[in-house]
């Protein structure tokens, strides 16, 4: 096939150089619309990948091999460290301070099990090389000066106990904090657990994060060994993306790194896991909270390894395996394990993982007794070997390759720009010397698979090689124990005790210092005019709109010409005014079982099946919106249907859709059950990860009907209302549970209930219109329907509380009610929210507190300002930083260059950009609940003018009160919610237990 040339970058062919890069392999890539080159630096031996594309994201990231040794956290400790200060840009934190100095769409720092990543991407090109000049001096030229380590990684300090008023010796640092919260969560130690069991040889053993009981031991001067080893051009990958040239990409980072360097042996070659020649069993342990019971909370699994990451093709075979076993609910393993009644869900970490030199798979249950494992391991054998021996229906493969090959397709954004998903696609293969060109070309690869899959028994052979006959294999159980946090408190406690008891005056005094010196270095005023930096004339003057190209009245029904690569999307909104006050608390598990419990056409296997063949998803989803079109107080909530699919499956996604609202059925009370301990699984899961989420719509729920429905749907109010529903589950609950979906499901879907948006191409639309309206045309009508605001009202009552789980940090939140979007203060308070943040907050709450993240917010929707911590190792102290927090920015103790930088990061924020599906989302619902484009642009435009006298005036009208009418929500351990009650008194906490 002939190359077309690539028009951003033309002339260059394979052997060229480029200064000191040599061009070894460039392709076109048609399936996205780029073009590929794969370079070498040869003075060095540094590797560079470039995807042109005509793409105004532009992305870059530098990525080295990182091999730990032991689970001290060097590798995760050193990312923060290195971005503490530099050689050209000698602050104290450059990164953060490059937040508020630039335009990025996206800035990060990211530590895996053996690698580094150091990724950003902006729209502005100016941007692009001022962020890669700092990020390349921060990596290959850090100080690593020892307070900087000591602040990121560990320190003795001394503290008062407020229990018996004496000094004692504690252990601080932002990633000893972050470690302790990520090691509370059970899916993150399950996922450590696995790697330690099955590569007991490798730096996989490890963790790489740190383990917060070993990262006291890391000292300095191994810190900078480490750097010295790991972050060289030698052991340095470099990745651009988007439709800025290469060449100037070359030229700047051979200019500002690769020419000030010599080549090494890193010696960071992971060796595969030597193969085990018969299987093992393994037991690990997860704190919980002592007041729960421990019955039925274990997790079950058995995990391989697999193939080697370099093989692309039998990787591709393997995630094809893994959605025709556990894809979906009526996949075969998936469904045996479900139907076991053994436990709720699958195992966390179930499925392929793919990031490390050898491969691995994992399934099981959680939710199960202990004793239970061999069973589960049982059950599994005898579906692969039952697969292996009988065949695999040919429908399931296709399915499986349908999936893989929608979401390659899909040009999406979260949880990272698309370039950098590029980057993630194939960084594995390329760190470990593979071929990652081969792994970008998904068409090449799928024609071998059916290749294979007509002559050869190809599925079922690798379920022999890769499962059955893999004496590579461990089962394992992850065991709740309610007094692992009072051991590992204990640990810590007497290990402090004993450095306590040995330290000498001059060690207390050194201590002392240290701690006084960084706090010196913390509340220091730097000159940042060493760090580049855009300005307010770099800011798009307008907003970005996405107008229909067409309106249909009746029903109505709203077309979008979007440039969608191939997939159409569909999104309906459902009036909910009717709907009795008894079924709303009802409405996210009714979401979750329209797709999940079977139609009256379609049991849930079937149906299950159908959405994976044809469809990239089909879900439900219920949410709550201001109105800007009526009055301030006026709520819209409203049941959302998403859909999207392939150009050819247009007529069978709208057969699904169809058969979903006009014969639903919620009959199958054995699948109910499963639901509703499935979701109970997911949502207990979720507490730590999203803590602060959690504690901030707590606290911000009575302020608002909106935020008041959002908690009850989303919050922990909902998990709530999960665990009364399983309590003493019997099948007449879940028959009266059926009756009441139905209800929910008779209420909205009706004709005159109903507003769609249709997203995609020309032809597509055309195509889809019709099947459109047809099914909008065949739901009965009904009084009273529409979207005009149901009746509803929120609790008067302001929160001040304390909620229970079980952890070893806190989140930690505060909400205080101001003005919404359009009202002429909203501009003056987003800009507020990032001075707080980057001036006060972050040095507060992370710096000097340790916590992994302190931040505020502004909610312009509905005129909520938040402040929230994460992973924190205070309660008290933070409410005491957000008190501090009104009284620095009343204090007016900033200036017109700290303005700027906050409108810089506020227009950042406003001008993220959206892919075609999820651009055309937000128009339609903005349309929805009269959010008009002028309240857009007037708002940004007020966002550009806002000056000094308008923050300080802005600051004296809402932030200057004593506090009283601000909510407060702390999500934590009991122990440590009870011990901040006895420190603030008649301000105390009221206690709940999630």
């Given at each position: 096939m002939k190359q077309t040339d690539d028009p951003r970058n033309p002339g260059p062919k394979p052997g060229d150089q480029k200064g000191g890069f040599r061009i070894e392999k460039m392709m076109e890539l048609p399936e996205i619309n780029g073009f590929y080159y794969e370079l070498k630096h040869l003075p060095t031996g540094a590797a560079h990948i470039h995807i042109s594309r005509d793409d105004p994201e532009n992305a870059f990231s530098v990525v080295f091999k990182t091999v730990p040794a032991d689970s001290t956290g060097v590798a995760h400790i050193l990312e923060h460290t290195v971005l503490c200060g530099s050689r050209n840009y000698p602050v104290r934190d450059p990164f953060f301070s490059m937040m508020k100095r630039s335009l990025s769409t996206f800035m990060n720092a990211l530590t895996a099990s053996d690698w580094t990543m150091y990724p950003f991407a902006t729209?502005?090109?100016?941007?692009?090389?001022?962020?890669?000049?700092?990020?390349?001096?921060?990596?290959?030229?850090?100080?690593?000066?020892?307070?900087?380590?000591?602040?990121?990684?560990?320190?003795?300090?001394?503290?008062?106990?407020?229990?018996?008023?004496?000094?004692?010796?504690?252990?601080?640092?932002?990633?000893?904090?972050?470690?302790?919260?990520?090691?509370?969560?059970?899916d993150q130690v399950m996922g450590r657990s696995l790697l330690n069991a099955l590569y007991p040889d490798t730096t996989y053993s490890n963790n790489s994060g740190g383990d917060p009981e070993q990262i006291p031991q890391l000292t300095h001067e191994q810190l900078k060994a480490f750097h010295a080893r790991h972050y060289h051009p030698s052991n340095a990958y470099f990745y651009t993306y988007g439709n800025l040239p290469l060449a100037r990409h070359l030229e700047f980072i051979e200019d500002t790194v690769l020419c000030q360097f010599s080549p090494i042996d890193p010696a960071t070659a992971v060796p595969s896991q030597p193969r085990w020649s018969e299987p093992k069993t393994a037991v690990y342990y997860y704190p919980m909270d002592p007041e729960e019971t421990t019955d039925k909370k274990t997790q079950a699994c058995v995990a391989w390894l697999t193939a080697d990451i370099r093989e692309a093709y039998e990787v591709l075979v393997l995630s094809v395996l893994e959605q025709v076993l556990l894809g979906n609910p009526g996949a075969p393993l998936r469904k045996a394990l479900m139907d076991s009644q053994l436990g709720s869900t699958l195992s966390d970490g179930s499925g392929l993982d793919a990031d490390n030199k050898d491969t691995l798979f994992a399934c099981g249950l959680k939710d199960v007794n202990a004793e239970d494992a061999e069973k589960i391991e049982k059950i599994i054998f005898e579906v692969l070997s039952d697969l292996a021996e009988n065949g695999i229906e040919r429908r399931l493969v296709e399915s499986a390759i349908h999936q893989i090959e929608f979401h390659r397709k899909e040009v999406t954004n979260t949880p990272f720009p698309y370039g950098l998903k590029?980057?993630?696609?194939?960084?594995?293969?390329?760190?470990?010397?593979?071929?990652?060109?081969?792994?970008?070309?998904?068409?090449?690869?799928?024609?071998?698979?059916?290749?294979?899959?007509?002559?050869?028994?190809?599925?079922?052979?690798?379920?022999?090689?890769?499962?059955?006959?893999?004496?590579?294999?461990?089962?394992?159980?992850?065991?709740?124990?309610?007094?692992?946090?009072?051991?590992?408190?204990?640990?810590?406690?007497?290990?402090?005790?004993?450095?306590?008891?040995?330290?000498?005056?001059?060690?207390?005094?050194?201590?002392?210092?240290?701690?006084?010196?960084?706090?010196?270095?913390?509340?220091?005023?730097?000159?940042?005019?060493?760090?580049?930096?855009?300005?307010?004339?770099?800011?798009?003057?307008?907003?970005?709109?996405?107008?229909?190209?067409?309106?249909?009245?009746?029903?109505?029904?709203?077309?979008?010409?979007?440039?969608?690569?191939g997939i159409l999307y569909c999104k309906s909104v459902f009036g909910i005014q009717n709907l009795e006050p008894e079924l709303?608390?009802?409405?996210?598990?009714?979401?979750?079982?329209?797709?999940?419990?079977?139609?009256?056409?379609?049991?849930?296997?079937?149906?299950?099946?159908?959405?994976?063949?044809?469809?990239?998803?089909?879900?439900?989803?219920?949410?709550?919106?201001?109105?800007?079109?009526?009055?301030?107080?006026?709520?819209?909530?409203?049941?959302?249907?998403?859909?999207?699919c392939l150009s050819r499956n247009i007529s069978s996604m709208f057969d699904l859709i169809r058969d979903l609202v006009s014969r639903y059925a919620f009959s199958d009370i054995d699948r109910l059950r499963d639901l509703l301990l499935e979701v109970r699984a997911e949502m207990e899961s979720s507490v730590v990860h999203n803590g602060h989420r959690l504690a901030m719509s707590l606290a911000a729920r009575n302020f608002s009907t909106a935020s008041a429905l959002n908690e009850t749907w989303h919050g922990i109010h909902q998990i709530k209302t999960i665990k009364n529903l399983?309590?003493?589950?019997?099948?007449?609950?879940?028959?009266?549970?059926?009756?009441?979906?139905?209800?929910?499901?008779?209420?909205?879907?009706?004709?005159?209930?109903?507003?769609?948006?249709?997203?995609?191409?020309?032809?597509?639309?055309?195509?889809?219109?019709?099947?459109?309206?047809?099914?909008?045309?065949?739901?009965?009508?009904?009084?009273?329907?529409?979207?005009?605001?149901?009746?509803?009202?929120?609790?008067?009552?302001?929160?001040?509380?304390?909620?229970?789980?079980?952890?070893?940090?806190?989140?930690?939140?505060?909400v205080v009610e101001t003005r919404p979007m359009d009202h002429p203060d909203a501009p003056v308070l987003a800009v507020i929210s990032k001075l707080l943040k980057s001036m006060f907050l972050h040095r507060e709450i992370r710096e000097k507190g340790g916590a992994y993240g302190g931040f505020s917010l502004y909610q312009m929707e509905n005129g909520q300002f938040y402040f929230g911590s994460y992973r924190d190792p205070h309660i008290v102290r933070t409410l005491q930083v957000y008190d501090a927090a009104a009284d620095f920015i009343t204090s007016g103790d900033y200036d017109g260059e700290n303005i700027e930088e906050a409108v810089l990061q506020v227009c950042a924020d406003l001008d993220r950009p959206d892919p075609p599906g999820p651009a055309a989302f937000k128009a339609f619902?903005?349309?929805?609940?009269?959010?008009?484009?002028?309240?857009?642009?007037?708002?940004?435009?007020?966002?550009?003018?806002?000056?000094?006298?308008?923050?300080?005036?802005?600051?004296?009208?809402?932030?200057?009160?004593?506090?009283?009418?601000?909510?407060?929500?702390v999500i934590s351990s009991q122990d440590l919610i009870e011990e901040a009650n006895r420190q603030l008194g008649d301000r105390a906490l009221i206690p709940y237990r999630i």
């Open positions: 729209q502005n090109e100016k941007d692009f090389y001022n962020l890669m000049s700092v990020y390349l001096d921060a990596a290959f030229f850090p100080r690593i000066d020892e307070l900087s380590f000591k602040q990121e990684g560990h320190r003795l300090e001394f503290e008062t106990d407020p229990a018996d008023g004496q000094q004692h010796l504690v252990y601080k640092g932002v990633v000893f904090n972050e470690m302790k919260g990520a090691m509370s969560s059970p590029l980057l993630l696609r194939f960084c594995g293969d390329w760190l470990h010397q593979g071929q990652p060109d081969v792994t970008l070309q998904f068409d090449s690869l799928v024609r071998r698979f059916f290749q294979e899959l007509e002559t050869t028994d190809l599925l079922e052979n690798r379920i022999r090689k890769y499962f059955i006959n893999n004496p590579h294999r461990m089962r394992m159980t992850l065991e709740p124990d309610p007094e692992l946090y009072e051991k590992k408190r204990a640990r810590e406690e007497q290990r402090l005790a004993a450095i306590e008891k040995d330290l000498t005056e001059d060690d207390r005094k050194k201590i002392q210092q240290d701690a006084q010196k960084l706090v010196q270095l913390q509340e220091s005023q730097e000159d940042l005019s060493c760090l580049p930096m855009l300005s307010k004339t770099d800011i798009a003057p307008d907003i970005r709109v996405v107008h229909p190209s067409g309106v249909v009245e009746n029903p109505p029904v709203e077309l979008y010409e979007q440039p969608s690569s709303i608390d009802l409405l996210p598990l009714f979401c979750h079982a329209m797709t999940q419990a079977g139609t009256a056409d379609y049991d849930y296997v079937e149906l299950a099946r159908r959405i994976d063949q044809y469809t990239g998803g089909l879900g439900f989803s219920v949410s709550a919106s201001r109105m800007f079109s009526q009055s301030s107080a006026t709520c819209l909530p409203v049941l959302n249907f998403s859909g999207k399983t309590a003493d589950l019997d099948t007449e609950k879940l028959k009266t549970l059926a009756a009441n979906l139905e209800r929910i499901a008779r209420t909205v879907f009706h004709e005159n209930n109903v507003r769609t948006a249709l997203i995609g191409e020309p032809a597509d639309l055309e195509t889809a219109l019709p099947l459109a309206k047809d099914i909008c045309q065949k739901m009965p009508p009904a009084a009273g329907c529409g979207f005009e605001p149901p009746n509803l009202a929120a609790d008067p009552e302001i929160p001040r509380e304390g909620w229970a789980t079980a952890t070893a940090v806190s989140f930690v939140a505060k619902y903005r349309r929805l609940i009269g959010l008009s484009d002028e309240l857009r642009r007037n708002f940004k435009q007020g966002v550009l003018e806002v000056d000094l006298e308008q923050v300080r005036n802005a600051a004296d009208k809402y932030f200057s009160t004593s506090g009283a009418d601000a909510a407060v929500a």
